[in-house]
């Protein structure tokens, strides 16, 4: 059974960074798509970035040039590293796996709030 733990998050000023942790169990990181996702308050859930198989990434629009995903397939943890942070990345942040169709996984930490505020 995949299980994914996210750690890292916290209270930020605007304009810091942090940088949030996803470590799986029972899947190996380098062969699934990993993605994060994130929640507001009164918001729907949306997709911040993921990494390829291949160690392709993609982001929002919202968080390109400020957010980076970085996989380490050693520690079995892919990171999420937030800068320049603003009140409006304030949500609740997860993290997901999906292997191929053909296995059918797709896994959900339970998420770390991260809150933007002076």
């Known amino acids: 059974q995949v299980q994914l733990v996210e750690s890292g998050g916290g209270l930020v000023q605007p304009g810091g960074s942090l940088r949030l942790s996803c470590t799986a169990s029972?899947?190996?990181?380098?062969?699934?798509?990993m993605g994060w996702y994130r929640q507001a308050p009164g918001k729907e859930r949306e997709l911040v970035g993921f990494i390829t198989i291949g160690g392709v990434t993609n982001y929002a629009d919202s968080v390109k040039g400020r957010f980076t995903i970085l996989r380490d397939n050693v520690q079995n943890t892919v990171y999420l590293q937030m800068n320049s942070l603003k009140p409006e990345d304030t949500a609740v942040y997860y993290c997901n796996l999906r292997s191929s169709p053909a296995y059918g996984i797709n896994s959900w930490g339970k998420g770390t709030l991260v809150t933007v505020s002076s």
């Open positions: 029972g899947r190996s990181v380098s062969i699934s798509v």
